[in-house]
């Protein structure tokens, strides 16, 4: 079956602009996470849903960022008035529930200029 | 909070000889470890867990690993690399009090020479 999409694959903004990432996750998976991956570095864990309740965001770095996922499926990561610091890969991850393995989409490039 | 130390930054090491990947985690009482690999521009993989169970976990394309409780280790091995292994390799600690996200080491980047 299909894996975890991701889109867009690459986005390049302006500082100020807000942003949106997208997550299609594995189809029966109830667990989504998103993580940040700086240049050089191993992902970081930003929030966590359970089906459509969101069940930990204490990764999220600051008040710009938001994560949704209303209908327990797609998922959307929105970052307003994006800064250069907030230039990194966005990784979504799904799980069939507590304890299963995660699976990585292709994740999206964030460029802020 | 959980923490994972990759010691190698890089290992180089030619075709067909053993290699090694150092990882360390913070102590804890119920953790789940894994081994995942990143391609060029691509997602991550996983290779190899750890959830319970015999020390030694085998995974894909012939890695495996050992989970030393008492180091708090979880290396992997290979016993021959071949080119195609070339590839970022993050170890990642989840553990069952704060819930299943996965907290990863910087990454080892493995080079195979020929």
């Known amino acids: 079956g299909a894996g975890v999409s991701q889109s867009p694959r690459y986005k390049v903004a302006k500082r100020g602009q807000d942003v949106a990432l997208r997550c299609d996750p594995i189809s029966g998976h109830v667990s989504l996470f998103w993580y940040q991956q700086a240049l050089g570095q191993g992902p970081e864990f930003l929030t966590y849903?359970?089906?459509?309740?969101?069940?930990?965001k204490s990764g999220l770095p600051s008040d710009r960022f938001f994560a949704e996922r209303p209908e327990g499926s797609v998922s959307t990561l929105k970052i307003q008035r994006t800064q250069q610091e907030d230039s990194a890969v966005y990784l979504c991850?799904?799980?069939?529930?507590?304890?299963?393995?995660?699976?990585f989409g292709p994740g999206t490039r964030l460029t802020v200029l | 909070a959980q923490s994972v130390t990759q010691l190698d930054s890089q290992v180089p090491v030619f075709e067909e000889a053993p290699v090694e990947l150092r990882c360390n985690y913070s102590s804890s009482v119920s953790v789940y470890l894994f081994w995942y690999v990143q391609y060029p521009n691509q997602g991550l993989q996983l290779l190899l867990k750890?959830?319970?169970?015999?020390?030694l976990v085998k995974g894909i394309n012939g890695f495996e690993a050992e989970f030393n409780k008492s180091q708090t280790s979880f290396h992997l091995r290979k016993p021959s690399v071949h080119i195609s292994d070339t590839a970022e390799y993050f170890c990642a600690v989840s553990d069952k009090r704060y819930g299943n996200k996965l907290v990863f080491g910087a990454g080892t980047i493995l080079r195979v020479k020929s």
């Open positions: 750890y959830l319970s169970g015999s020390t």
């Open positions: 849903f359970q089906n459509e309740a969101q069940l930990d």
């Open positions: 991850a799904s799980s069939l529930g507590a304890g299963y393995t995660q699976y």
